[in-house]
Each structure stands twice: as C-alpha cells, then as structure tokens.
C-alpha cells in the first residue's frame, strides 16, 4: 500500500446550526483503493461524501485531490476533476431515457456547445455523440442494462435505476468514484451483482472508490481499507481485519447493529 | 400513412448514428419530405384567410418552442415571453426603420439583440426558482411594458411603429402566400435547431438541470451557466416570433404585447406538451384555432332558430372569451402531457396494429 494519496481530507469539520456532522476527521485515499466508510445511522457518512463532492462546505479543514486544494472548487468543476458519485437516494433525471442520463454523465468530455449542438450534421456534434456512444454502450456491457438502455429513467424499478446511476457516474470516467450505500434496499442477488461491478471497476478499470455500505458482508470482502464514523468522529481506519478486531469499534458500533455478518 | 412512420417490429437499428435518428424509419423521413412538399403546395390552394391562420400558428410556434425550451426543458418559469416578444417586434422595426437594415436581415439581429435582454433578465433569475422566478419574470415584463410605451427613439411610444414589408435580396414577400414561405423557412431552421439541440450535450444539460440540479452539478453541469443560457435561447426565439409578427402585421402598438400574450404562450406549451419540440407547434396551432372554430359555432348557430335567442348567442359569445382559460384547466385535468404525448399514444397504437388492445 504505498500507491500515492489521491484524496486527502485533513481536520474536516462541519456543522449544521448546534448539530456537528463531522468533526475533524482526517483521512487519506490512495490511488487504485477501494475504501468503505461505516458507522451508525447519522454517524456522518453522507456528510463526508457531500463534502468531497462539493455539496457542502466543511466549516474548518481542507480537501486535496492529487495534491491540489480543491476545497473553494464549486461542485460541477470538481466532477471536471473526475469526482463522481452516486446518491444514497435515488437521483437520475426521471424524465430522460437511460442512454441519455448516462450520455449527462459525458458532459464535461464533450466538445459541442448549443449551436454546433443545434447544427448537429455541420458543426461535428453527430460524430462527437457516436464517438461518445461506443464508450456508453461499454459501460452499458459492464453492468449489463443493455435491455433498458431506451426506457425512461423514471419507469425502471428500485434495483435498474441504482445500476444506472453508478452507469451515470461512471460515464465521467472518474479518477475517484463515490458510492452512497450503492447496495441499500437490495436483494442478495442483486447485491452480489453490484457488487461484481464494483469490484471491475476497481481492479479492471482502476478507479479509486470511496462507498459507503451497511453490509458488512460486503465490505469486508471488499474493501482494502475501512473507516469508521461515530456521531461524527473517526474511531477507527484499518484493513477490515483490524477493524473487526478493534474494541472500540465494536462497542461502537458493530456491537449494537446486526453485525453477525 | 400512419403505419408507414411507425417503426415495424422486427427493425433494429445497427448503427449509432440510425439509433439517434430524428426519422426512426424511411417511412418517417418520406412523410416528413411529403408534408413538406405538401405545405410548400398550400399557398396554391388556401385563401387568404387559410394562409394567414397559418401564418400566425408559425409565428406563436416558434415564441412557444422558445418558452417550451426555458420552462419545458430547463424548468423555469417565465411570465415575461410576451416582453422578448415584444423587444423583438419593436427591435426589427427599429432596426430597419432607423438604419434601414434589410428586414431579413433586421430580423435574426432584433432575435441577438433582444438576447442581451433575456440573458440581463436571466442572470438573477438563475438564482431564483418557482414562484419567485414567476415573479421576477413578471416584473421584467411590466418593466419592459413601460419601456415600449415611454421609450419613442425605439418603439414609438404609444403611438406604436410602423414596420416595413419582408425583403429579401430586393424581393419584396408581402401577402399571405409570399410571407407564408417566409414564416415556413423561419419555422423550419428553428425546430430542427431545437430538436438537434436537445439531443445534444446543451439540451440534455437544460433537461438535467430541470429534473434533478444536484444531480447536474455532479455531472459537472453549471447551474448558474446553463440556466441563463436558457434564457438567451428562450428570448431569441421569441424575437424572432415578434419581428415576424410586426413584418407580417405591419405595424406593433405597445398595448399589444401585455402579459394576456404571455399567458397565451404558457397555454401553448400546457395544452402542446411541456418539454415537447412539436407540442409547442401543435399548442400554438390549437390556440389559434380554437377561437376561430367557436366564432364559426356561433356564426352557424345564429343561423339556426336558436340564433333568435340572446342568452345562448351570447353565451357562446362569451364562452369564446372564457374559452383559453377553459382549454388550460381541461387539459390540465385530463390531458396534463398534452397534444403531443396523445399524438405519440396514437402513433404507439398505429405501430401495434392489428394487434393493439
Ligand atoms: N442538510 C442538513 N441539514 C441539517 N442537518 C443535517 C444535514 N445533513 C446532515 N445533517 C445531520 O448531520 C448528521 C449526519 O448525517 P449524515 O451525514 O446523513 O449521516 P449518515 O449518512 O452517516 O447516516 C445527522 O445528525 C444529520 O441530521
Ligand atoms: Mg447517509
């Protein structure tokens, strides 16, 4: 493990009006990793991959990508970094296709702005959108949702729509991919099958992964690397063997979920 | 006809470029070349009176394709199109009446120079969203309202301004039949514009902002940029609609271009299908053919020996008036996707036949 750091959040804080979400938390990301974060229900999980991803602001501490602060970077010029994520609730444009949600997800590798867009034939956008579609249609192959790549977003079922979010996500081509609890509300068969794109993507593809899960199943067979959350303080951060091992883990957390697993 | 543009079962597309297609089948590219032709004929056999309703479904089609883009597409609300409208109006007669700019010419220039004007309007309503948008849109169009009127170097003032014939290259197209290509040729270059547009990286952009922002920020989508660009795309096709109408007409007064106009344009957009590229025509098409097709009612029916009796003759009179308000709430109610959401379940039925349920 002496990859080098490609996200570093040092003494990270943030608080809502008296709540205090995160307090400083201090964390490194190496490159090619796939680390979980875990912790109890508003432990601050959320909170810390809204930080990285620009939707909130920490209070105090400072965020930086490949060794460059990104932490006054708004959050679509972080995505240009090549930070994606997916969200812990359902997020897709309802209203669009599949192909197109995931074609969003193109946006900042695309060249066409809206009046070669609107001359289509003339300024090059229909060779630029076919270029693009062959990579789309990989990504389409990876987490085989080829079947629906032309239904409305908005009309798949729970399990499709996560599966084409982590696509939306991954059409990016992110350095850095975060996953909101990616498997929550799923059956085992279709968590093991996320599960296996996960695991591509990260081995194959090389992208470093950041994702939070309850599974603890999961996350042990999974993960290089674990990081605990409690009431907004990292408790613990080690291979998942150190972490079951860890006492203080286990009276914090694992102790009173269902940790049989 | 009808089978011939839906797509058989059984035809896979094998390229990229086929899937992607405006025209899924030959059969839809026929049809589409077909009506073309077909339109380009017209002129030889409507009337006058045919052509100019023509004429003016063109016209409000293209000002409800622009509106259709900014709150259709991108989700934002606007109750000031009948001040881009305006500005564009007033801003090609301006232009060719002052500078003597050619009037084909003067036209897509009003359309840019009232884009200024729609991207100074949308910049702080990119903050804003909702009923506060709707607000601030409607502001802008009262302050704009007052500037037609007061403003007489550019619009006139009340006494309005008189606007010079269509020409081009010398050709003076004045007349139904002449003008009607004119509006054609406009109404064609913007509707394919905007159907390219929206299956393109900006219009899927305006489409993401519209129904999930955060979602489009994590795609890299600036809020902030897309959403005024909106608004500048938005204006310039009202413009465009408004210098038309001002060429067409003749002259624009500023008490023609009042917020009932602009609430007109939303009724097009509700009754066509929000977000729809060709309910924005059929919407225009259905307001403007509604109220003819009542005064026909009524003409007919005081023919008749019900025409003896005042309440109902003037109650239809009146139903005529009422009648846009009427047309919105029903289709609210029972046709909340509009004309061109039950155009495509026809066409969903037509691609199945025989074997539709
Ligand atoms: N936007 C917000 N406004 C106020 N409080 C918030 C907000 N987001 C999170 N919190 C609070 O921060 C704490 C951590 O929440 P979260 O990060 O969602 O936890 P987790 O994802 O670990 O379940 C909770 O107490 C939650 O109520
Ligand atoms: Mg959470």
Known sequence: ?261 | MALATARPCGDFRTSYAADKTIFPTRGSLIAALVGILALLALPLVLDRYGLSLLIYIGIYGIGALGLNLLTGCTGQISLGHAAFFGFGAFGSTWLSNKFGVPVALAIPLAGLMTTVVGIVVGLPAARIKGLYLAIATLAAQYILEDFFARAEWFSGGAAGAHARPYELFGFRLAGESAYFYVVLAHLVVLYVFATNLLRTRDGRAFVAVRDHYLSAEVMGIDLTRYKVLAFGISTFYAAVAGALMAHYVGFVSSESINILLSIQFFAMIIIGGMGSVMGSLMGAAFMVLMPEGLELAVHALRSTSWGDIPQIVNGLAFAKEAAVGLAIVLFLIFEPQGLAHRWRLVKAYWKLYPFAH
């Open chain 1, 1 to 261: 493990m002496s990859a080098k750091v490609l996200l570093e959040g040092r003494d990270i804080s943030l608080g809502f009006r008296g709540v205090k979400a995160l307090r400083h938390v201090s964390f490194e990301v190496r490159e090619g990793e796939l680390l979980s974060i875990i912790g109890p229900n508003g432990a601050g999980k959320t909170s810390l991959l809204n930080c990285i991803s620009g939707r909130y602001r920490p209070s105090e501490g400072e965020l930086f990508f490949d060794s460059r602060p990104i932490g006054s970077l708004p959050t679509a010029a972080r995505a240009r970094l090549g930070i994606a994520r997916t969200f812990q609730n359902l997020a897709l444009f309802a209203h669009m296709t599949v192909l197109d949600n995931i074609m969003v997800g193109r946006h900042h590798l695309l060249k066409t702005g809206f009046l070669r867009g609107g001359l289509y034939w003339l300024g090059g956008a229909q060779r630029e959108e076919i270029e693009h579609r062959r990579r789309v249609e990989e990504i389409i192959d990876l987490l085989e949702i080829e079947h629906i790549r032309h239904a409305v977003a908005g009309t798949l079922s729970y399990g499709l729509r996560k599966r084409v979010e982590l696509a939306r996500a991954l059409a990016i081509e992110p350095r850095l991919l975060l996953l909101d609890e990616p498997m929550a509300g799923m059956n085992l068969e279709e968590k093991e099958d996320i599960a296996r794109y996960i695991m591509e993507v990260n081995d194959e593809w090389g992208v470093t992964v950041v994702m939070i899960e309850h599974d603890m199943g999961v996350v042990m067979d999974l993960s290089d690397r674990v990081i605990v959350l409690n009431y907004g303080e990292k408790i613990a951060d080690g291979t998942p063997q150190e972490i079951a091992e860890s006492a203080e883990v286990r009276a914090a957390y694992l102790g009173s979920a269902d940790a049989a697993a």
